[in-house]
């Protein structure tokens, strides 16, 4: 079961090391080398350590991870982060991290408004409009961070799997 869910969780981790003030490409560097490199996900590798699922997202891919920023994180209610970050919830902090990558690597421009499915199974919507693209209820704040195993776009907010 955690083997599909692995390799996108990888995403997850890629995204959350991506240098945002850099280019849009990071060559050689897979999503969790990106995510490292940016600064601005210490959170999300965090996260990607805890739940076990560093060595997935450094898989062949290709992922493409909706990573939130160390800010969006810190919008979550205070304390989810400390709890979630505990052993024994593992699972669950797994289950939201493979929430935010989709097998497969899709470029901004190929998004369209369609309910996704994403590495731990469920369903996640994408709504494009002339406002821009959101993921559930985050918005998208940075597009097609390239690493070698996938594709990062940074969001504004931590999604959450309905169930």
């Known amino acids: 079961m955690f083997n599909k869910l692995s390799i996108i969780g990888s995403v997850c981790i890629a995204l959350a090391t991506t240098n945002l003030n850099a280019g849009n490409t990071t060559p050689g560097k897979d999503i969790v ?5 940016a600064g601005a996900f210490k959170t999300l590798v965090a ?3 805890a739940a076990g699922l560093v060595e997935t997202l450094k898989g062949k891919g290709p992922f493409t991870v909706f990573a939130p920023t ?4 810190a919008k979550l209610p205070e304390g989810t982060i400390a709890s979630l970050l505990k052993p024994e919830n593992k699972k669950k902090l797994a289950k939201i991290l493979t929430y935010h990558v ?3 690597k899709v470029m901004a421009k190929d998004v369209k408004t369609s309910m996704v499915k994403t590495a ?6 994408i709504t494009v409009s ?4 959101k993921v559930d209820n985050a918005k998208v704040v940075k597009t097609d961070v390239v690493a070698s195993n996938g594709v990062i776009h940074v969001i504004d907010a931590v999604i959450l799997p309905k169930s």
């Open 33 to 37: 080398d990106t995510a490292v490199k």
């Open 47 to 49: 996260a990607v350590k």
């Open 70 to 73: 160390d800010a969006a994180f």
């Open 102 to 104: 989709v097998p497969g």
């Open 120 to 125: 731990n199974g469920s369903k996640v919507s």
């Open 130 to 133: 002339d406002k821009g693209v």
